[in-house]
């Protein structure tokens, strides 16, 4: 089916298709912090459309190396100067993050956490899911080298204890495989394909439409958006819930 994508005047994506369950596609990276800041938002907003809706996660590898890396907007070229960035996310999105490590451990690039993801999403998407939000805690609260394998491999063990059906050797057999690679690249063609510039955006589809909303967004901007684009009530709904307990109705 051809999507014709166009921008609407509050500047988000527009685009008709026959689509009408809510998909929301989750274009992020691991390392990215202002995803990391999103992310309660982003837990309550699924959790508001969970019985009819599905999350994808499309890997941006937002650090392929630092090799000739550049931030244009940042200004940020070399680890040190990621510090000062993290530690704005941290005060703007009021979520604790270990900036420090771009002095102390700084990680060469993002692609092995993305490919690891991309190897729990092999076995389901909660696994993929559940790695990518354990990946981002190991680096952004623990100020761990999420770049190293054996930290990768020691995370997905531990999400081996959460979650019991998750086949903790079937992963390390694709990931030292780099059996992911191939999910990962295709992930980078759709963040050509859709014209991702930022992180993290999503995407969501419902009642034959597309948005993109880009950048770091609270559960309330989010449901204000959703509800403008798509005419999605459950804002309103909430309100008028939380008015008539008020009133002791």
């Known amino acids: ?91 703007l999105t009021n979520r604790p993050i270990k900036y420090l490590i771009w002095v102390n451990d700084p990680p060469s690039s993002s692609y092995p956490a993305c490919m690891a993801v991309k190897c729990a999403e092999m076995q389901s998407g909660d696994c993929s899911l559940l790695l990518f939000k354990n990946l981002q805690q190991a680096v952004m609260q623990n100020g761990k080298n999420i770049a190293n394998t054996e930290l990768i491999l020691a995370t997905a063990a531990d999400l081996k204890k959460d979650y019991p059906s998750f086949n903790l050797n079937q992963f390390r057999e694709d990931f030292l495989s780099d059996r992911g690679k191939v999910n990962f690249e295709e992930d980078l063609i759709a963040v050509t394909k859709y014209g991702i510039k930022r992180f993290p955006t999503l995407m969501i589809k419902t009642k034959g439409k597309t948005i993109l909303i880009p950048g770091y967004r609270t559960l309330e901007s989010l449901m204000e958006t959703i509800h403008t684009a798509f005419g999605i009530s459950e804002v309103r709904k909430n309100q008028t819930e939380q008015k008539y307990r008020s009133r002791g109705l």
């Open 1 to 91: 089916m051809t999507t014709r994508i166009i921008k609407t005047s509050s500047n988000h994506m527009l685009a008709e298709e026959g689509e009408h369950e809510i998909e929301i596609t989750y274009f992020t990276d691991p390392l990215c912090c202002w995803s990391y800041g999103m992310q309660p938002h982003l837990d309550s907003l699924y959790q508001r459309f969970k019985n009819r809706s599905t999350i994808k996660l499309v890997m941006g590898g937002l650090l392929p190396s630092w090799n000739n890396y550049v931030d244009q907007v940042n200004s940020v070229s070399r680890p040190a100067q990621m510090g000062p960035v993290w530690m704005h996310a941290a005060r």
